[in-house]
């Protein structure tokens, strides 16, 4: 920082700084952090509420998701405020259709989208150590539809430095 830059009573903030050395306690890594998206396809009963199969990790900074039962479990000193995404591209428009966060086995976000194939969902959760989050999906097309190859679901999330 120029010596200019600092004024008798305090440091101007509408100045601009070049920093050229270390600054430290700015900015942090979000861990833990992950990303999955399905392996294939799955077929989704209309009028039925059913638990997305999201079994392929992409990254998990800390061994969090558990992809052999698609959910995202808080490490153990962990807790705090994450920030969590999920997305579904249906195979046809279903009207209408729904993603649903749910928190240790129970509805906690959901969102409800129309005339449309894809659906998504995000939200900033307060989450403990253990709880665990979990992609439920609802279709009312009149017949059984889904997706029917691979990457067409994620489900992603960063804990918030707070």
Known sequence: MAIDKIQSESINLADNFAFTGTV??????NTP???????GSQSISH???TKCSITTETYDSDSAYDASNSK???PSGKGGKYNLVASINWDVNVNPNVIRFFKNGSEILATTWNDTGQSYIVGTLN???SDYIEVYCYQASGGSTGWGSANRVYFS???IIE
């Open 157 to 159: 999330g960063f804990k």
């Open 24 to 29: 430290s306690g700015a900015g942090g890594v």
């Open 33 to 39: 952090n992950f990303s999955a998206v399905n392996s």
């Open 72 to 74: 995202f479990v808080v």
């Open 47 to 49: 009028d039925t509420l």
């Open 127 to 129: 989450l403990s150590a």
